[in-house]
């Protein structure tokens, strides 16, 4: 029996990856670098042993998957060629598993974790169904029907899945290090449609979607009367949204959600589209959409004294207003106030009016320092050239972080991709 090593085990798809290897009864081990993250506490609950990086951890036997975060010259990819190991990209080996079941990828710039954890939620009490959520969420059944997963465009590394159904929730313009225009990621899209087997379930609402060319049908869904899917006498209330569903203009059945946001209700629409081509009952889609609890890092909600804390991952600035607009729906009587750490030099430099544009609809807007990637240089940007463009903006750092109880009845909203949490967990910590 061979045992999987994943090179980079506390990446967010790497762990989701190794917890369903795990769950399938097949032996998992990994290796990364020694400083915590979120991703760990699953992987030691299932007991899967994470080791320090060390060529001696490659020995006969194994098949090696490869985070993509690390380069062929890694002293373990290195190792295992040399032992002439089987060697896999986490996209190349998810693109093998996923040709096993009847499997969904969800894919677009914005929302597929969202999705596909409420898509995973309403499937898995359908039908036995195995998913991967990019919050390093895996869940493996060996009976399993479906496989539904994150199916992320950066690098084109997307074009490795051949999948029986695809999610395209929108296409917008992101990861400036690597595309070079929203031309090129629709090219991306486009290259991804042309390998889907059955059906794209795309937001018909964004015109990048409309222009897809596929070889199967497409299946829109949206807000507007053209949409095969489409939400309408939208109710927003304190516990989350309800809306009614029309099917090419006939009424199919009304929802629920325990979400805010037009994304929200936009995400939960390309549920229903493929539960309903899968031919799901509604009433399994209206239960479990209603009792839906959530994935990591996306609108997570607790109460600190008389305040909200909202941890989020939106990094870019079509997510900064959705987050925004969400916490101002579920909260229209109090103060928003955002916490925002950028996550790349490219990224901030590329949308830096836009990020000021989406931030300057909070009440305040408290900035953290640009959090960098190893592949970039920062050149000559700093947090500054960001903080100068937003009214009624200011920097913040872990020291300083007590001024929050300023906003006594505040909503904080601690939005970013890097380590924005402990910005969060620094402030939980503080006293007066």
Same mark, same amino acid.
């Not at 592949?375 to 050239?385: F, K, S």
């Not at 006594?408 to 380590?419: P, R």
């Given at each position: 029996?061979?045992?999987?090593?994943?090179?980079? @085990?506390?990446?967010?798809?790497?762990?989701?990856?190794?917890?369903? !290897?795990?769950?399938?009864?097949?032996?998992?081990?990994?290796?990364?670098?020694?400083?915590?993250?979120?991703?760990?506490?699953? !992987?030691?609950?299932?007991?899967?042993?994470?080791?320090?990086?060390?060529?001696?951890?490659?020995?006969?036997? !194994?098949?090696?998957?490869?985070?993509?975060?690390?380069?062929?010259?890694?002293?373990?990819?290195?190792?295992?060629?040399?032992?002439?190991?089987?060697?896999? #990209?986490?996209?190349?080996?998810?693109?093998?598993?996923?040709?096993?079941?009847?499997?969904?990828?969800?894919?677009?710039?914005?929302?597929?974790?969202?999705? $596909?954890?409420?898509?995973?939620?309403?499937?898995?009490?359908?039908?036995?169904?195995?998913? +991967?959520?990019?919050?390093?969420?895996?869940?493996?059944? %060996?009976?399993?029907?479906?496989? *539904?997963?994150?199916?992320?465009?950066?690098?084109?590394?997307?074009?490795?899945?051949?999948?029986?159904?695809?999610?395209?929730?929108?296409?917008?313009?992101?990861?400036?290090?690597?595309?070079?225009?929203?031309?090129?990621?629709? =090219?991306?899209?486009?290259?991804?449609?042309?390998?889907?087997?059955?059906? @794209? /379930?795309?937001?018909? =609402? =964004?015109?990048?979607?409309?222009? /897809?060319?596929?070889?199967?049908? %497409?299946?829109?869904?949206?807000?507007?009367?053209?949409?095969?899917?489409?939400?309408?006498?939208?109710?927003?209330?304190?516990?989350? $949204?309800?809306?009614?569903?029309?099917? #090419?203009?006939?009424?199919?059945?009304?929802?629920?959600?325990? +979400?805010?946001?037009?994304?929200?209700? *936009?995400?939960? !629409?390309? %549920?229903?589209? /493929?539960?309903?081509?899968?031919?799901?009952?509604?009433?399994?889609?209206?239960?479990?959409?209603?009792?839906?609890?959530?994935?990591?890092?996306?609108?997570?909600?607790?109460?600190?004294?008389?305040?909200?804390?909202?941890?989020?991952?939106?990094?870019?600035?079509?997510?900064?207003?959705? $987050?925004?607009?969400?916490?101002?729906?579920?909260?229209?009587?109090?103060?928003?106030?955002?916490?925002?750490?950028?996550?790349?030099?490219?990224?901030?430099? $590329?949308? +830096?009016?836009?990020?000021?544009?989406?931030?300057?609809?909070?009440?305040? %807007?408290?900035?953290?320092?640009?959090?960098?990637?190893?592949?970039?240089?920062?050149?000559?940007?700093?947090?500054?050239?960001l903080c100068n463009k937003i009214p009624n903006a200011s920097l913040i750092?872990?020291?300083? /972080?007590?001024?929050? #109880?300023?906003? =006594?009845?505040?909503?904080?909203?601690?939005?970013?991709?890097?380590?924005?949490?402990?910005?969060?967990?620094?402030?939980?910590?503080?006293?007066?």
């Open positions: 029996m061979t045992t999987f090593h994943f090179v980079g @085990i506390k990446g967010t798809g790497m762990s989701a990856l190794a917890q369903i !290897l795990h769950e399938m009864n097949e032996e998992v081990q990994g290796s990364d670098i020694e400083k915590y993250f979120f991703t760990e506490k699953a !992987l030691e609950e299932s007991n899967i042993p994470i080791l320090p990086f060390d060529k001696n951890n490659i020995t006969d036997g !194994l098949t090696v998957i490869a985070g993509n975060a690390f380069k062929d010259d890694h002293i373990e990819i290195v190792e295992a060629r040399k032992k002439n190991l089987p060697v896999y #990209r986490y996209h190349e080996f998810l693109g093998e598993f996923s040709r096993k079941f009847t499997s969904i990828a969800v894919t677009g710039s914005h929302g597929k974790t969202s999705t $596909t954890g409420l898509l995973t939620h309403v499937l898995e009490h359908a039908k036995p169904t195995s998913f +991967l959520i990019g919050d390093g969420t895996g869940r493996g059944k %060996v009976d399993s029907e479906y496989f *539904a997963f994150e199916a992320c465009e950066y690098r084109r590394h997307f074009l490795a899945y051949y999948p029986d159904y695809a999610v395209m929730t929108n296409i917008d313009f992101d990861h400036p290090d690597y595309f070079k225009s929203l031309d090129d990621v629709f =090219d991306a899209f486009q290259q991804m449609a042309k390998q889907v087997n059955k059906a @794209i /379930i795309a937001y018909g =609402d =964004d015109p990048c979607l409309q222009k /897809i060319q596929a070889n199967v049908p %497409v299946v829109f869904y949206g807000f507007e009367e053209e949409n095969d899917f489409q939400a309408g006498n939208i109710t927003i209330e304190p516990a989350g $949204t309800k809306f009614d569903v029309f099917v #090419r203009n006939t009424f199919y059945g009304s929802f629920q959600i325990p +979400l805010h946001g037009k994304h929200s209700v *936009a995400n939960a !629409l390309a %549920v229903i589209a /493929i539960c309903h081509y899968e031919n799901i009952p509604i009433e399994t889609i209206q239960e479990h959409l209603k009792d839906f609890k959530g994935v990591k890092r996306r609108f997570n909600e607790k109460t600190f004294g008389e305040q909200i804390l909202i941890d989020d991952y939106a990094h870019h600035p079509t997510e900064v207003i959705v $987050t925004i607009e969400a916490a101002r729906q579920k909260y229209p009587d109090k103060e928003i106030v955002a916490i925002f750490q950028p996550h790349t030099y490219t990224r901030t430099k $590329t949308f +830096l009016s836009e990020f000021a544009e989406s931030l300057a609809t909070a009440d305040t %807007v408290y900035l953290v320092d640009i959090f960098g990637s190893a592949r970039e240089d920062a050149g000559m940007l700093t947090i500054y050239d750092h872990e020291e300083t /972080i007590m001024k929050l #109880r300023e906003h =006594d009845t505040g909503v904080l909203v601690f939005m970013g991709a890097g380590d924005i949490q402990k910005y969060q967990a620094a402030y939980e910590k503080s006293t007066v």
